[in-house]
Nanobody, 126 residues
Framework: QVQLVESGGGLVQAGASLTLSCRFS????????MGWFRQAPGKEREFVAA????????HYADAVKGRFTISRDNTKNTQYLRMNSLKPEDTAIYYC???????????????????WGQGTQVTVSS
């Protein structure tokens, strides 16, 4: 059974940076597409970024393009989300997700992912 554990969230000021990590276990990490989603208070969960397995393409929501970078280390079974120039509107719970059957057209869709982490809180103060 795949398990995902996020870490790295916290409270920062606007303009700061954070790197979130998602530790994957229970299967072969390099075969999975990995995504990051976030849910702000009172809002629905939304897509942030994702990458295809084994060095495939990366995808970003327009709101984070140019500020966030998704990456992975297959030797550590870990996915990362580097977040620069954080804004108060980035405040949310951030979730990582894994999917083994994603195609590019579905990579931003929550129901395309099979497994989810518990989330990590990111709070950006103004």
């Amino acid at each position: 059974q795949v398990q995902l554990v996020e870490s790295g969230g916290g409270l920062v000021q606007a303009g700061a940076s954070l790197t979130l990590s998602c530790r994957f276990s229970g299967s072969t990490f390099r075969r999975y597409a990995m995504g990051w989603f976030r849910q702000a208070p009172g809002k629905e969960r939304e897509f942030v970024a994702a990458d295809k397995p084994s060095g495939g393409s990366t995808h970003y929501a327009d709101a984070v393009k140019g500020r966030f970078t998704i990456s992975r280390d297959n030797t550590k079974n870990t996915q990362y989300l580097r977040m620069n120039s954080l804004k108060p509107e980035d405040t949310a719970i951030y979730y990582c997700a894994a999917g083994s059957r994603l195609i590019t057209s579905s990579i931003a869709l929550q129901n395309a992912y099979d497994y989810w982490g518990q989330g990590t809180q990111v709070t950006v103060s103004s």
